[in-house]
């Protein structure tokens, strides 16, 4: 077995909620941590090192600094921390399981296995495409622009010292099916190394064929990472999030895509935007435990 398959499993929790539009995810690392992960962990025969949560600030105290990327330096902050937590998982020899907060912190955990290792890849399991920059955000909201921010395509504003920019040369996005004008622009105008399957594309191959062409695409570069954001799965399987889209992936359907990225091998993995708030009864929360396990190595037989 590679230790891809055996290293204990760094679980860091980054309760950050200054990226999204709705309060409310920084409860998701309690909730998912509440429901079991480090049981269930044990359970596969991986040991599990809770290595504890950043320290992250609330929009009560914080800056809201320019209006087109709002809370910027603050996340940044915090991405520092995640990206410290990261790197010092890794270079322990463990694989860190990253529990959000909203997507923003994606930006610390690419950049902290960059710090580690390089750049490298990143497969992208979320509804939405998260490549939108300051002047392309109908929002403001940074949960909406790591993606671009780790291909340092984002702009001046998210390089960082504390970071490599950008934090990854090659990504792939799965689930897609909500795309703004800015991030469809990006896609097309720019060189990025950037593979982008849709629901429609899951719908018409399938999850099996999708995944793998994906996995194989992200191939041989310093890491692997899986940034997974609960609202690739359709909101009647996973209600606790906070930019729900109907017609996203099935509970098997997100299974079947964690169990083939275990069997590919990754070296990093991430669960975001559980907003704990808008969840009936943790399910949300106990989803995100089980799509662990199953990216883990768990198996019905």
């Not at 679980?11 to 920084?26: T, Y």
């Not at 399938?206 to 954001?229: C, I, K, M």
């Amino acid at each position: 077995m590679s230790l891809r398959e055996t290293a204990p499993v760094a679980v860091i929790g980054a309760g950050l909620d200054l990226g999204a539009g709705r309060r409310g995810v920084d409860m998701g690392p309690s909730a998912i941590r509440y429901a079991g992960l480090q049981e269930r962990i044990e359970q596969l025969g991986r040991a599990c090192v809770d290595r504890g949560d950043v320290v992250v600030l609330v929009p009560e105290v914080a800056e809201v600094g320019d209006p087109s990327a709002r809370f910027l330096d603050a996340i940044k902050g915090a991405c520092a921390d995640v990206a410290a937590f990261v790197r010092d998982a890794r270079e322990a020899g463990q694989l860190p399981l990253v529990l959000g907060g909203d997507h923003s912190i994606a930006i610390g955990t690419l950049g902290g296995m960059a710090l580690a290792a390089g750049a490298g890849a990143v497969l992208w399991v979320d509804a939405h495409g998260d490549l939108n920059r300051p002047q392309t955000s109908p929002t403001g909201n940074v949960h909406g622009m790591p993606l671009a921010a780790a291909l340092g395509v984002a702009g001046e504003g998210f390089a960082d010292p504390r970071w490599p920019t950008p934090s990854v040369e090659r990504a792939a996005l799965v689930g897609v099916r909500s795309l703004d004008d800015g991030e469809r622009a990006l896609i097309a105008e720019h060189e990025l190394d950037v593979r982008v399957f849709t629901m429609s594309d899951v719908d018409r191959l399938g999850v099996e064929p999708v995944l793998r062409e994906a996995l194989a695409f992200l191939a041989g570069t310093a890491f692997l990472h899986v940034s997974f954001d609960l609202d690739v799965v359709d909101p009647t399987f996973a209600p606790g999030v906070g930019t729900p889209v109907r017609g996203g992936l099935s509970y098997r359907e997100a299974h079947l895509a964690m169990e083939l990225v275990a069997e590919s091998g990754f070296d990093s993995l991430e669960l975001v935007e559980l907003n704990p708030i808008l969840d009936r009864a943790n399910e949300t929360g106990q989803l995100a435990v089980e799509l662990a396990a199953s990216a883990l190595g768990a198996r019905i037989l």
